[in-house]
């Protein structure tokens, strides 16, 4: 009884100090404390809820009738915008604080909002080797579904809140792409609904045009109602080398032998300073030595950045093993490693990697991207605009060394993220320079940048001049500064915009430089 005055007490001082000091102040300045004792709880109800009921569902096999149920009230919103004469663009109902990308889309609040309430998993067909999903259905409920029968997707990016649909809209990469390519790649076809209402199914034969025009195109040529991809047999471990590199030259051959080398199934670095990087190469197999286990996954364990960072510390080279779905989604308690730079004046929670917080509330980690934003308010979104930096830029291999020196002389954020991959040729908004495939990589800087006197736009134009010299690409998550003009530059627009024109798009989406570039947006 007196433990729980003792806890009434502090519950009622908390809410009086939240009183005097106002509910922004403590969001902005205390965030932390908002985050353990709200989100962090939120977050965990809400996987709960979704994977009970995506099981649910999948066991009981009624999503694929409810998937034409829902297809077809999706078709009826759609002619029913036509009928009321199409006066403003349509865009999907899902609200802007749920995308796991930190832009704010303001559009959903002028256009018309079309619901699409599709998260599940429709069908697993092994014999054609192929998982038919819904746009919403995200990474984790795949991987928890596919692993747990011995089959995975080629490319499965990295974090549990990832969709389907935004992968395909956008874009999706993992530590395998230098193989599969990118998450486009591994998928085999798409079904849309049209700005006509008429519901359309495209591959590589049929409809070829639109399904190359689909990925980067950000829901502007249709909405996304199924798509099916390629799945390959799994094994339960990943062995994995960790090797420590010193000197940018060293760093940048030592990835390109590594990522040329296709006997490693797995290949991912992670720049810790100008010259010094770990290289990580992995292999799925059926068996681990006991002593080198490492379930990474564990909520007591080391954030996997912090953990891998030993290595270059320690100065040496080492091999472990650990659980494939722990692998996957390696980054996703630490959101790679913004946990510790998620917010200007506070950190998200500083202390997040901290032994005793990991073995007492690890479990609760991370908080939904979501929630953050939804939470976040116009201070923190400000400040984090001005002073913290989230982009991924395509280059290609070639160019790595220059571009990690243009990434230190315009932001200096570390640590960065090294992902290879395939880019084969195509007709859609991305592919090589020529017609031969070409090995490129994704650099990801997620942090505050620490040149003297950043300033977001200036910085960033400057990493986008660099990338469009280079024929490389930025993925669209994120804020982009680019002008209309070196906007279709960077992409390749030709067969986009004749679809657009052909489909009657233009009069029902906004062209995607209108939906996502801050030039457009301000």
């Not at 199409?86 to 930190?102: A, D, E, F, I």
């Not at 080398?261 to 990087?277: H, M, R």
């Amino acid at each position: 009884m007196g433990a729980l005055l003792y806890l009434g007490g502090l519950v009622l001082m908390f809410l009086l100090w939240i009183k005097v000091k106002g509910l922004d102040y403590v969001i902005v300045h205390q965030r932390w404390i908002f985050v353990c004792l709200f989100l962090l709880p939120l977050s965990v109800i809400f996987d709960v809820y979704y994977y009970v009921r995506a099981w649910l569902i999948f066991k009981m096999l009624s999503a694929p009738k409810l998937h034409d149920q829902r297809v077809r009230d999706i078709q009826r919103q759609v002619r029913e915008w036509r009928k009321e004469g199409g006066k403003t663009y349509m865009c999907t109902g899902r609200p802007g604080w749920l995308t796991v990308s930190l832009r704010v889309g303001k559009y959903k609040q002028t256009h018309k909002n079309i619901m699409i309430n599709m998260m599940d998993i429709l069908e697993v067909d092994t014999s054609r080797q192929v998982v038919r999903v819904e746009p919403l259905a995200n990474m984790g409920q795949v991987t928890a579904l596919l692993n747990c029968i011995g089959w995975t997707l080629p490319v499965l990016p990295e974090l549990d809140d990832l969709t389907v649909g935004g992968l395909v809209m956008g874009t999706g990469i993992e530590s395998s792409s230098h193989i599969y390519g990118l998450f486009q790649h591994i998928c085999v076809a798409y079904e849309l609904v049209l700005a006509d209402g008429s519901l359309v199914r495209c591959t590589e034969e049929e409809n070829s045009d639109l399904f190359h025009a689909v990925p980067w195109s950000c829901g502007t040529l249709g909405f996304l109602v199924a798509a099916e991809i390629k799945i390959v047999p799994a094994k339960p471990w990943v062995k994995l080398h960790c090797e420590p590199v010193k000197g940018l030259e060293n760093i940048c051959k030592c990835f390109t032998e590594a990522s040329e080398n296709k006997q490693n199934t797995f290949v991912e670095g992670i720049q810790y300073s100008l010259d010094t990087a770990v290289i990580m190469t992995g292999t799925m197999t059926d068996h681990a030595e006991p002593d080198k286990i490492n379930r990474i996954g564990l909520h007591f364990k080391p954030w996997f950045f912090k953990h891998v960072e030993g290595y270059l510390k320690g100065d040496y080279t080492g091999v472990e093993y650990i659980p494939l779905r722990q692998y996957y989604h390696r980054h996703t308690r630490s959101i790679f490693w913004e946990c510790v730079h998620l917010s200007y004046f506070q950190d998200i929670i500083p202390f997040g990697n901290n032994p005793v917080f990991r073995w007492l509330f690890g479990w609760l980690v991370p908080p939904k991207i979501s929630l953050l934003k939804l939470t976040q308010g116009e201070t923190i979104r400000r400040l984090y605009e001005q002073h913290h930096v989230v982009q991924d830029m395509l280059v290609p291999m070639k160019h790595l060394q220059a571009a990690i020196r243009c990434f230190h002389q315009e932001i200096n954020v570390y640590p960065l993220w090294l992902c290879p991959f395939l880019l084969p040729p195509g007709r859609g908004m991305v592919h090589p320079k020529g017609q031969e495939e070409e090995l490129y990589v994704d650099i990801g800087a997620y942090g505050e940048p620490k040149v003297k006197h950043f300033e977001a736009k200036a910085s960033m134009r400057q990493l986008e001049k660099f990338v469009r010299d280079v024929h490389g690409f930025q993925m669209l998550y994120a804020d982009v500064y680019m002008e209309r003009e070196e906007f279709w530059e960077m992409f390749d627009g030709q067969l986009y915009h004749r679809l657009r024109r052909e489909l009657g798009c233009k009069e029902a989406f906004p062209e995607v430089y209108d939906k996502i570039c801050k030039s457009a947006r301000h």
